[in-house]
């Protein structure tokens, strides 16, 4: 049970990093929908993925906004892949984004380890008395 | 419904029926199509994933179509929602970087200072060619330099461009300007070699321009790109292809009777009344695209 709390409250803090997620997968190369839905499962070791439907609904937002663009493969086989490469506009997102998600990292790893950090020096101070 | 081993069509087959099965009743617009082309080729790739650690083929594209979640779904959740206007142009307004703007100024002062270099050489003063060799240099590098830092800048409408990106717009542009230096140097009394290495150096700009304009992404931020699509939709003759036909012919038919009547008029009242014939003819166009390019809502 609180495991499972647990999860939620990871995945919907990473929900709303999808779009960074997204331009940061794309940033070393193009590549198409199920590879990026790929790289995302295998990255985490498969213990997070972000869903297929999320996906779509991703990357149809960021080519709203001009973050990617899209195009198609010339797969002859099978299904043709629609790829995405990301823009300049992506990529300045993508950097400012990252940064803040470090700077706001940073700040609660600071706050979380406040009283940890006490408490701590607690335990060696009774333990070296 | 279940699917036998043995259907024929083999891979994709089974992929291709089950996802004609999840958009049966969706009513399909080219952007729906697009949707449905892109999961096709994601399941195919997914099918692919699975057989391959050993699945069987008609199992694997249950699978895989099982996983994506009820398509409706997805569709609802790509609806274009309408944003927000452009009404909170304030609160995105980037202003410019001070640092920026001095760099600017001096950089542009240097440049200055260099062509005042040459210009000196070629009207009043006697100067050593390396002088002038070193002012073509300067001038070069600065704009190369300011090139690249402005391209580096966030605006109000655009996010910075990459820094090696934008690198490489200014080494354009400062080898654009030394072979334009070069071929000044040239007409100076240098030797040809100054012509040639300038060509040569010149081609390797244009190229240079020609890579990074054809790799250009796009740079603008969000809200400008939503509010060109938005301005793009509304004008009538991307609506309505058939009004730009008509547009067409009529333009052909305004210039013909402004030319025939130029003529006529030309030939019998001459040259002081015959021009009123082209006002008349850029009268009627005007008139013309405002009421078919720019028609009155109904």
Same mark, same amino acid.
């Given at each position: 049970m609180v495991?499972?709390?647990?999860?939620? @409250? *990871? +995945?919907? @803090?990473?929900r709303g990093h999808t779009d960074t997620i997204v331009l940061g997968v794309l940033r070393r190369e193009d590549r198409y929908g199920f590879e990026i839905f790929k790289r995302i499962r295998d990255a985490t070791g498969g213990r997070h993925e972000i869903k297929e439907a999320t996906l779509y609904a991703t990357y149809r937002r960021l080519m709203k906004d001009g973050l990617i663009e899209a195009y198609w493969g010339d797969e002859s086989q099978g299904g043709r892949r629609k790829y995405y490469r990301i823009t300049d506009a992506g990529r300045a997102v993508y950097r400012r984004n990252a940064a803040a998600w470090a700077a706001t990292r940073d700040i609660i790893d600071t706050l979380l380890d406040l009283d940890d950090g006490s408490r701590s020096s607690d335990t060696t101070v009774r333990r070296s008395s | 419904m279940t699917l036998s081993d043995e259907t024929p069509g083999g891979a994709g087959m089974h992929v291709h029926r089950l996802l004609d099965e999840a958009f049966a009743g969706v009513e399909m617009g080219p952007e729906q199509q697009d949707l449905k082309e892109e999961m096709r080729g994601n399941l195919v790739a997914r099918v692919a994933e699975l057989t391959a650690a050993g699945m069987g083929e008609p199992a694997a594209a249950r699978r895989a179509v099982d996983e994506l979640g009820d398509v409706r779904g997805i569709l609802d959740a790509t609806e274009p929602q309408p944003g927000p206007s452009g009404a909170a142009w304030q609160s995105r307004r980037v202003r410019p970087d001070p640092a920026f703007a001095v760099r600017t100024v001096v950089l542009s002062a240097l440049a200055t200072a260099g062509l005042v270099v040459l210009a000196l050489a070629a009207t009043l003063v006697d100067m050593p060619f390396a002088a002038q060799v070193v002012a073509v240099v300067v001038v070069a590098a600065v704009a190369g330099a300011i090139t690249a830092d402005a391209l580096r800048q966030e605006t109000t409408g655009s996010h910075p461009m990459p820094p090696a990106r934008a690198a490489g717009y200014g080494a354009a542009m400062l080898l654009a300007v030394a072979a334009l230096g070069a071929g000044w140097?040239?007409?100076?009394?240098?030797?040809?070699?100054?012509?040639? +290495?300038?060509? @040569?150096?010149?081609?390797? *700009? +244009? *190229? @240079?321009?020609?890579y990074l304009g054809a790799t250009q992404t796009n740079r603008h931020k969000a809200w400008v790109v939503r509010q060109q699509q938005e301005a793009y939709g509304s004008d009538r003759f991307t609506e309505d292809p058939a009004a730009a036909a008509r547009f067409g012919i009529y333009t052909v038919t305004v210039w013909l009777v402004a030319a025939a009547a130029f003529l006529a008029l030309t030939l019998t009242a001459g040259w002081a009344w015959s021009w009123l014939a082209v006002v008349g003819g850029f009268v009627a166009m005007t008139v013309l695209? *405002?009421?078919?390019?720019?028609?009155?809502?109904?």
């Open positions: 495991d499972n709390s647990r999860d939620v @409250l *990871a +995945a919907d @803090l990473l | 140097l040239y007409l100076r009394d240098a030797g040809l070699p100054w012509l040639i +290495a300038g060509a @040569l150096v010149l081609v390797v *700009a +244009a *190229a @240079l321009f020609t695209i *405002a009421r078919m390019l720019f028609a009155p809502k109904p």
